[in-house]
């Protein structure tokens, strides 16, 4: 029961958690429940009293589970009560901010990744969520010094590798831009989203047989994606590749019915589509 929190094996970074308490109170709760009862046949309580202090301390653990659980209601609440009670704690920090993100809510989000960053500065997971930030900011450098940064901590991270390549590639850094794609590939090689950023890149650099290998790869691996079949019929067009090329049209089409771009690259192969 006490294994989790004695050190001798770590789950997690976390020296405390409620859910450590769980099992091991199991032993306690019998305990005391018991020892009571043995008190109060010896002192010879009566039975309503006992009731009544029962029913007295099963409502005030029924409150308190209220309000703990109240915290437990999204993450931004559960991250921001961390906070309240925790001192330095970049892991909650960076949770926050994560969470925030996905909000939209960028400008806060950077607030807790910096607090982070301050407390713990070479921690992979903030300087990965950090290089996310900068890069939907446009800023781009700093992205590509913390992706840097993250990767020289943990080199093994394809999703550093492939956000830099990114990075890069927005800057026209192509060729170190391809040197992380195939690197995050090679340590993940069913990345869907590597194939695809790799193949933007060689379609870019006009290597068309390249991005149509990857392109076809990131499709089989995200077949649900219809931005990777637009992707592949704009490689397979460049090589002349028609029947195939409105065959992943009309899937992108299919899976997502309102794209106009699409409809107008069909049109424009002599595909009529319906409206």
């Known amino acids: 029961m006490l294994v989790p929190v004695i050190g001798l094996v770590q789950v997690g970074v976390q020296a405390m958690a409620d859910r450590y308490t769980y099992l091991p109170l199991t032993g306690i709760f019998i305990l005391l429940v018991w020892g009571v009862g043995i008190i109060g046949r010896v002192l010879k309580v009566p039975n309503p009293p006992m009731f009544f202090l029962a029913v007295i301390i099963l409502a005030a653990c029924a409150w308190r589970t209220r309000g703990q659980l109240g915290y437990w209601r ?3 609440t559960l991250f921001r009560h961390t906070i309240a009670v925790t001192k330095g704690n970049y892991v909650a920090l960076n949770n926050l901010g994560s969470s925030l993100s996905r909000q939209g809510r960028l400008g806060e989000a950077t607030n807790y990744y910096l607090e982070s960053l301050r407390i713990n500065p070479d921690n992979p ?19 590509i010094s913390s992706y840097r940064h993250a990767l ?6 394809d999703d550093a590798l ?3 390549g990114f990075a890069l590639a927005a800057q026209k850094q192509f060729a170190d831009a391809i040197e992380c ?9 069913d990345y869907a989203d590597a194939h695809n950023n790799l193949g933007t890149v060689l379609f870019m650099q006009q290597q068309f047989d390249g991005a ?11 077949p649900d994606n219809p931005q990777l079949y637009a992707n592949l019929a ?8 028609i029947p195939e090329a409105v065959r992943c049209y009309q899937q992108a089409l299919r899976l997502k019915p309102g794209d106009l771009q699409v409809r107008s690259k069909l049109q424009a192969l002599g595909v009529p589509v319906a409206n």
């Open 181 to 189: 794609f195939e690197a995050a590939l090679k340590l993940n090689p």
């Open 74 to 76: 999204d993450n931004e």
């Open 162 to 164: 492939n956000n830099l």
């Open 152 to 157: 020289q901590i943990d080199p093994k991270r």
């Open 212 to 222: 149509v290998q990857h392109f076809r790869e990131a499709v089989r691996l995200d």
């Open 125 to 143: 997971d903030v300087l990965y969520n950090w290089g996310n930030a900068m890069t939907r900011l446009g800023r781009l450098d700093e992205a």
């Open 234 to 241: 704009d490689a397979l067009v460049k090589q002349a590749q």
